[in-house]
């Protein structure tokens, strides 16, 4: 019943701009921690940004300055503003929504490729 469905993704160049959005069914976005993770090939899963239920939100150094996360709880959705992207941010970026509970499970999205590339 629940599913994290991201799109947005894609080829783009250097210094170019991408939204990747995250929408929820089955839970709602406003009511847990959401995050958006990467992975590039050979590379483990990383953490880019996590937006908390009180609005609170943190991001990965490499990049902070650069990627905007927000949730529009209208739309039971999340948005990663990616801006300035470079080589090393091709990866495939995921969808996170945190347990509330012992009883819930973590939750993922099936992923969206962004590609970086000049």
């Known amino acids: 019943q629940v599913q994290l469905v991201e799109s947005g993704g894609g080829l783009v160049q250097p210094g170019g701009s991408l939204r990747l959005s995250c929408v929820g069914s089955g839970i709602l976005v406003s009511g847990r921690s959401m995050g958006w993770y990467r992975q590039a090939p050979g590379k483990q899963r990383e953490l880019v940004a996590r937006i908390h239920s009180d609005g609170t939100r943190i991001y990965a150094d490499s990049v902070k300055g650069r990627f905007t996360m927000s949730r529009d709880t209208t739309k039971n959705t999340v948005f990663l503003q990616m801006n300035s992207l470079n080589a090393e941010d091709t990866a495939v970026y995921y969808c996170?929504?945190?347990?509330?509970?012992?009883?819930?499970?973590?939750?993922w999205g099936q992923g969206t490729q962004v590609t970086v590339s000049s």
């Open positions: 996170n929504a945190e347990r509330v509970g012992f009883w819930d499970n973590d939750y």
